[in-house]
């Protein structure tokens, strides 16, 4: 039975991992799992920025590294994930946060950008999932991965999603497979669908802005990385032992607009 708040949602000598971390909502996420007492991993492309984000962990208090990862290249998620196991041991949460939100509308699409995202939001978190679901299972302590899709895979759209949309799809389909594969393991696996996040990603993305669903007020309007961090930390907590194969959309209260 739980005695306090840190039996239930403390994350104090864990290791979590957030992959694109070094902006938008992943800065969100590692901060709250910070706040709970875990040694956070910044793992990003962007090694500058997310080095600069640990720094600021580090100041306050925290425990956070940063690690380089091109999340398109086999070999630098296999490197990383090495570093990661090396450097403060084995993760007890990856979240998969990653992502390209690049838009092209269908009729323009390209096969090109098709393969990059899918590369990057896809199959980069399928290799992480790989890699650090092994060294979770090799450790016998359980663990948790949280998957970052999108509510646009529950009608928040906008035109020119084929990409990001479909990829999103996929990895909802990695934590329904992962899920049952690592459940013997102790091993949680569930999925958060962030709606409107205003991002340096979002709005840097390329392609036309577009009018769609997404677009329209929702009753608690825009989401906060921080938010979206709180929806992860309760899958990595304690709290949610039992809990796995599920989807949590935080997504400002679309699905009653």
């Not at 929806?231 to 709290?239: D, K």
Request: aromatic residues 6%.
């Amino acid at each position: 039975m739980a005695k306090s708040l840190e039996d239930l949602f403390g994350l104090t000598g864990r290791v979590a991992v957030v992959t694109g971390a070094a902006s938008g909502i992943g800065v969100g996420i590692a901060r709250v799992l910070a706040l709970a007492g875990a040694t956070v991993v910044l793992a990003d492309i962007d090694h500058g920025e997310a080095e600069r984000h640990a720094t600021v962990l580090a100041a306050a208090g925290h425990t956070a590294v940063a690690v380089p990862v091109d999340l398109s290249e086999e070999a630098s998620i296999t490197e990383a994930c090495a570093r990661i196991h090396e450097s403060v041991g084995v993760p007890w949460l990856l979240v998969n946060n990653a992502a390209l939100q690049d838009r092209e509308p269908l009729l323009e699409a390209t096969a090109y950008d098709w393969d990059r995202i899918h590369k990057v939001n896809a199959r980069g978190a399928f290799l992480m999932t790989r890699e650090i679901a092994r060294a979770m299972v090799g450790a016998r302590q359980g663990g948790r991965i949280v998957n970052i899709a999108s509510n646009a895979l529950r009608g928040g759209l906008i035109r020119g999603l084929v990409s990001y949309a479909s990829s999103k799809g996929a990895l909802a389909a990695l934590s329904l497979a992962t899920a049952f594969e690592l459940a013997e393991y102790a091993i949680t696996v569930n999925t958060i669908l962030p709606g409107a996040v205003i991002t340096p990603g979002a709005i840097n993305a390329e392609g036309p802005l577009s009018d769609g669903p997404a677009t329209r007020k929702t009753p608690f309007g825009f989401q906060e990385p921080d938010e979206i961090g709180a929806a992860v930390l309760f899958f990595a907590s304690p709290a949610a032992r039992p809990i796995t194969n599920q989807v949590l959309a935080v997504d400002g209260g679309f699905s009653v607009s």
